[in-house]
């Protein structure tokens, strides 16, 4: 049910969460104080233009934040135990395994030298040690039918190569849900693919919101898609959650006005041809030397003299949350 | 040669590559100055090659292109250069169509000595380009790696309109930009239009975008045109089931979800090996026997589009 608030507990929950990357002119402020509840069967978008930390976070909850990711603070909670503090080898197991992701590129996340069916089994080894191969080749096949591979047997001897791009994306899918994970990211899934395919894919992720029990993370630069597809949405900027709550409540009525802005981007090809299109002025602040105050002042139509001075929290409005002085 | 209203135009184009794939399957089309025509397509729709063949980078298997009346088949070394003044390119990743070894000054400096134009003359006329794009004269000394990736998209903007064509073909202008700044790139395309009163062909897979520039749209799938015409009324009332397909799976946003979408089975058919009859049936919702034997040919309607169907949509009618 769309909209509709689960008593489940979280699967995940992000608390404060900030990520530092250094870099020669140092420290980059790469996320700042994130907070965000992942519950069952329930899709949430992370949206944000270039720079605004959504990949960064993907990153982290799948505990592959690059090397110079330096001041990593915050906790993210799994199921009781804080993923931020667990060795390197403890979150590998949890990989793949609890936490899993699909690529916005599935040729480079498949093998090439290898066919499905190797793939597919070595997905499942560590998560089903005691099941024989027959038994995960049969796992195997059936999760392919379900994400609409047809003949999925005969398809199993295929290599990556000679699958088109949706059908790669299909495989991914498949074998990701294969090791049964609370959490599936899916990082622009469907960027590389025709839009009449994409269609296909998000309606099967839909369609898996409901059997599969984890929850997803639908991670898109692309507003009309995570309006069609998640059923909570995060709107970041530049390192932080500017706005979030149910996504039709969000795009209904906006209250950032970063989240404003960027629904008036976006093209309405039903427009009056002579207007404008509208953009936003200016750049994204320096992360390195993040301005005092609200992170979009500095772009923001609205901005009033408080908001140069003291970053505004997230404010619960009637509906959702936004970090914006306007909402109190 | 002089012509009343200059065009670039295919017509009836085939461009068959090496091993017989045939990417563009005898299409008729043509741009006007002034004008702004989109081409929209998924992959193997033929669209970047159609795009390629105005610019004498695909050679025809069969057809003609002309640009303003001449024939490019029939033109010799010299007259090449005559083209490439005629017709420019911009391609969808503005760093890799400029040399990174390169300042922009030297980049922007290249057409003027290519075309043997006078340099006095035509310097300050690549200065005032620069300030109309937003570029400063600080640009002129930096590497393309030096620059944003908006700047050098407008550098290679600057330096198609150093020669000033009258064409302008876009090849996804808006691939891989933030929504914020997609728009001010698309306004500045719609003023460089009217200022150099240019014609430009908009080839993307951005509806929105297509949607919202363009007067005229063609609508390809497989090496044909399936529906052609004036962009607001294919829009709002296709005729084509493609049509109406790709329009329906494109995502708006839509917090009520009041759309009805509809979602086509099965993949997009190889172009080596296109369906037989109508290319679209294997995929329609709509088809019927017909379609399977019989290819529907362009047929005009009394609203100024084309569009091939046996079975088109009523609304449209």
Not at chain 2, 12 to 29: D, E, K, M, P, R
Not at chain 2, 80 to 101: A, C, E, G, K, T
Not at chain 2, 165 to 183: K, W
């Amino acid at each position: 049910m769309r909209g509709a608030i689960t008593n489940e507990p979280p699967l995940v929950e992000i608390e404060n969460l900030s990520v530092d990357f250094a870099t020669s002119r140092g420290a980059m402020h790469v996320l700042r104080d994130v907070s965000l509840t992942l519950a069952p069967r329930r899709i949430v978008g992370l949206v944000g233009e270039s720079g605004s930390g959504k990949s960064t976070l993907a990153l982290a909850l799948l505990g592959l934040l690059p090397t110079n990711a330096t001041g990593v603070t915050g906790r993210i909670d799994l199921s009781g135990v804080d993923l931020l503090s667990l060795p390197p080898e403890r979150i590998e197991a949890l990989r793949g395994n609890r936490i899993a992701m699909i690529f916005q590129d599935p040729m480079t996340a498949l093998n090439p030298v290898f066919t499905l069916a190797t793939q597919l089994i070595d997905a499942q080894r560590r998560k089903f040690p005691r099941l024989s191969r027959s038994e995960l080749l049969e796992r195997a096949a059936k999760m392919l039918t379900r994400v609409g591979i047809s003949d999925a047997r005969a398809r199993l001897s295929a290599y990556p190569h000679q699958l088109s791009g949706g059908q790669r994306q299909r495989v991914m899918i498949a074998m990701a849900l294969l090791c049964e994970p609370d959490v599936l990211i899916a990082d622009e899934p469907t960027t590389a693919l025709d839009v009449t395919i994409e269609a296909q894919i998000v309606d099967l992720l839909k369609e898996l919101r409901e059997e599969f029990a984890g929850s997803i993370v639908f991670v898109s630069h692309s507003l009309g898609l995570i309006s069609d597809l998640c059923d909570e949405v995060a709107v970041m900027y530049a390192g932080k959650i500017v706005e979030s709550g149910p996504t039709a409540e969000v795009f209904a009525d906006p209250r950032h006005p970063y989240t404003q802005a960027l629904l008036a981007c976006e093209i309405d090809p039903g427009h009056d041809f002579s207007e404008r299109l509208v953009t936003i002025k200016g750049e994204l602040p320096d992360l390195v030397a993040v301005p005092q105050g609200c992170i979009f002042a500095p772009r923001c139509p609205s901005r009033f003299e408080k908001c140069g001075t003291e970053p505004p929290p997230l404010h619960v409005a009637p509906t959702h949350a936004a970090a914006c002085w306007l909402v109190e | 040669m002089m012509n009343a209203n200059p065009t670039a135009e295919v017509e009836n184009l085939s461009v068959t590559f090496a091993g017989g794939l045939q990417a563009v399957a005898g299409i008729s089309l043509s741009l006007a100055i002034g004008e702004t025509v989109g081409l929209v397509g998924e992959s193997g729709s033929g669209k970047t090659t159609l795009a390629k063949a105005l610019v004498g980078l695909n050679r025809p298997s069969a057809g003609a292109v002309r640009v303003e009346g001449r024939d490019l088949t029939a033109l010799r070394r010299a007259d090449r250069l005559w083209l490439r003044r005629r017709v420019q390119m911009i391609f969808q990743d503005p760093l890799s169509s400029l040399s990174p070894r390169f300042t922009v000054r030297r980049l922007l400096a290249e057409p003027i000595a290519i075309h043997g134009l006078d340099r006095r003359e035509s310097w300050p006329k690549v200065l005032d380009l620069m300030a109309r794009l937003g570029l400063s004269e600080t640009h002129l000394d930096k590497y393309p790696h030096q620059i944003s990736g908006g700047q050098a998209r407008r550098v290679a903007i600057a330096r198609a309109l150093v020669a000033e064509p009258s064409f302008l073909i876009a090849d996804e202008p808006t691939a891989g930009l933030d929504v914020s700044v997609q728009g001010e790139l698309l306004n500045l395309l719609a003023d460089l239009q009217k200022t150099f009163s240019l014609g430009i062909l908009m080839v993307s897979h951005n509806l929105n975008v297509i949607g919202r520039t363009t007067d005229r749209v063609a609508i390809m799938y497989l090496g044909k045109v399936m529906e052609e015409g004036p962009t607001r009324a294919v829009f709002k009332a296709p005729a084509h089931p493609y049509t109406q397909a790709l329009l329906s799976a494109n995502p708006v946003i839509d917090p009520a979800h009041k759309r009805s979408r509809i979602v086509l089975s099965g993949e997009i058919p190889s172009p080596s090996r296109p369906p037989s009859g109508c290319r679209f049936h294997t995929r329609c919702p709509r088809a019927q026997e017909r379609c399977r034997v019989e290819e529907p040919t362009l047929t005009p309607a009394p609203d100024g589009r084309r569009y091939a169907c046996h079975f088109p949509l009523e609304s449209a009618a």
